[in-house]
């Protein structure tokens, strides 16, 4: 019994030792939604959300599409495309205050991830990336990045990548992000200073940190957390935390 408690003990600090690439983003309370924006979330029906939903500073007005019924609490609300509960600044105590801490937790993250220097990688491909594989590593882009085939994350579970783009994001109608080798999407990063657009179809991995807009086409999937200083609009989407 001492001797397999021991092993394992060594085997998950050895893990630790040979994680590869930047120290992780602490999303603090934003980490606990799946989508978060400040101006606003709106889905074309029927969109899948599996996760809590929020809007801060605005009202439940900003959330539009979703058909909401407002718990009797009066501090949350529900909705049939939504598995978790949906928040706004104008519903019950405590929830204005807890969502200004998140929407704060947010712009921390933000600062962190493109605060970050001395990347490993810098204009990789001029930002054209498709059909790369992408090792762990701090990744910076002082233009847009667009990804036009399937490319794919590599690394191990405890693995991290940074990716900082100046720029936009786009990922083009059907191509998809694709982890191997353990990756998880929680370690995974996208920061971006433009708007980011994931054509019909396309498939997202990775938590992303957009200051500007953030819009999943027609049957679009995400593997990740939205989080977006302005607004997200889904279209018959698919967002998984």
């Known amino acids: 019994m001492f001797s397999n408690l021991f092993t394992v003990s060594i085997l998950a600090a050895l893990a630790s030792v040979h994680a590869i690439g930047p120290a992780a983003v602490n999303l603090r309370t934003a980490g606990n939604y799946a989508i978060l924006s400040k101006t606003g979330v709106?889905?074309?029906?029927?969109?899948?959300?599996?996760?809590?939903?929020?809007?801060?500073?605005?009202?439940?007005?900003?959330?539009?599409?979703?058909?909401?019924?407002?718990?009797?609490?009066?501090?949350?609300?529900?909705?049939?495309?939504?598995?978790?509960?949906?928040?706004?600044?104008?519903?019950?105590?405590?929830?204005?205050?807890?969502?200004?801490?998140?929407?704060?937790?947010?712009?921390?993250?933000?600062?962190?991830?493109?605060?970050?220097?001395?990347?490993?990688?810098?204009?990789?491909a001029s930002g054209a990336i498709g059909g790369l594989v992408l090792a762990p590593g701090l990744y910076k882009w002082t233009t847009g990045v667009s990804i036009g085939s399937d490319v794919t994350i590599a690394g191990g579970a405890t693995d991290t990548w940074i990716f900082q783009v100046t720029g936009t994001l786009t990922v083009a109608a059907a191509k998809k992000i694709v982890l191997t080798g353990g990756a998880l999407a929680s370690n995974i990063v996208w920061v971006v200073t433009g708007a980011v657009n994931a054509g019909a179809g396309a498939h997202l991995e990775g938590v992303i940190l957009g200051k500007t807009s953030i819009t999943l086409q027609t049957g679009a999937t995400a593997n990740s957390r939205l989080l977006a200083q302005t607004s997200v609009a889904l279209q018959k989407a698919t967002v998984t935390n």
């Not at 407002?70 to 049939?80: A, K, P, Y």
């Not at 807890?98 to 712009?107: K, M, S, W, Y």
């Open 42 to 124: 709106s889905t074309v029906p029927p969109s899948v959300i599996t996760g809590q939903v929020a809007v801060s500073p605005i009202a439940a007005t900003g959330l539009t599409g979703f058909s909401l019924t407002v718990d009797s609490t009066g501090q949350f609300s529900t909705s049939n495309q939504v598995t978790g509960k949906l928040f706004a600044a104008s519903y019950a105590a405590p929830t204005p205050s807890t969502l200004t801490v998140a929407i704060g937790d947010l712009g921390t993250a933000f600062t962190d991830a493109t605060g970050r220097v001395n990347p490993d990688f810098s204009n990789l």
